[in-house]
Nanobody, 117 residues
Framework: QVQLVESGGGLVQPGGSLGLSCAAS????????MGWFRRAPGKERELVAT???????NYADSVKGRFTISRDNAKNTVYLQMNNLKFEDTAVYYC???????????WGQGTQVTVSS
């Protein structure tokens, strides 16, 4: 089992910045991908950004150039730095870790990000 604990999030004005972090604990072995997804009100959950244990990052087009994902493998922690936030970034953000070989994915509890003036 793997547990994910998210921190960060909150209320920010448009154009502002916010950082999220997510620490994983438990049975973490082998190649994995950590990432962030989000669900806006009335919408499906969507990918925001992912990063492999080899630190290859992938971003949704909507956040490219504004968000940066990074990870500390020694701490099993993934970070998401969000800059130039827009109203449409308002959502619950979920941390995830995916073990490709075992075909297992775990989710955090979610943290609210609200962009409002």
């Amino acid at each position: 089992q793997v547990q994910l604990v998210e921190s960060g999030g909150g209320l920010v004005q448009p154009g502002g910045s916010l950082g999220l972090s997510c620490a994983a604990s438990g049975s973490i072995f082998g190649f994995n991908t950590m990432g962030w997804f989000r669900r806006a009100p009335g919408k499906e959950r969507e990918l925001v950004a992912t990063i492999t244990s080899g630190e290859i990052a992938n971003y949704a087009d909507s956040v490219k150039g504004r968000f940066t994902i990074s990870r500390d493998n020694a701490k099993n922690t993934v970070y998401l730095q969000m800059n130039n936030l827009k109203f449409e970034d308002t959502a619950v953000y979920y941390c995830s870790i995916h073990f490709v070989v075992a075909a297992q994915r775990y989710w955090g509890q979610g943290t609210q990000v609200t962009v409002s003036s």
